[in-house]
Nanobody
Framework: QVQLVESGGGLVQAGGSLRLSCAASGRTFTNYNMGWFRQAPGKEREFVAAISWSGRSTYYADSVKGRFSISRDNAKNTVYLQMNSLKPEDTAVYYC????????????????????WGQGTQVTVSS
């Protein structure tokens, strides 16, 4: 089992920044690629970003490319999502997820690649 706990969400004005964190515990963190997804009210969960177990490879949804950055600190068992130039349409509950490594990181845009999910953290961007 892997337990994931997100933090760092909140209310921010459009154009502002937030940094989400996801702390992992349980099994070996480097056995997993990590991802961030989000779900807005009335919408399906959508992919945001993914990072390989080593941190060397990343992949982003087009909607966040150039604004968001995913990173990880394997010594701290933590993955981060730095969100800049936030827009009202970024408002959602953000979830981190862990999926066993073994495939190229672009394939981790699918939620089916993931075995464990956090409870989510709310991000609200006001206009």
């Amino acid at each position: 089992q892997v337990q994931l706990v997100e933090s760092g969400g909140g209310l921010v004005q459009a154009g502002g920044s937030l940094r989400l964190s996801c702390a992992a515990s349980g099994r070996t963190f480097t056995n997993y690629n990590m991802g961030w997804f989000r779900q807005a009210p009335g919408k399906e969960r959508e992919f945001v970003a993914a990072i390989s177990w080593s941190g060397r490879s990343t992949y982003y949804a087009d909607s966040v490319k150039g604004r968001f950055s995913i990173s990880r600190d394997n010594a701290k068992n933590t993955v981060y999502l730095q969100m800049n130039s936030l827009k009202p349409e970024d408002t959602a509950v953000y979830y981190c997820a862990a999926g066993r490594r073994g495939s190229q990181v672009s394939l981790y845009s699918s939620p089916h690649r993931y075995d464990y999910w956090g409870q989510g953290t709310q991000v609200t961007v006001s206009s």
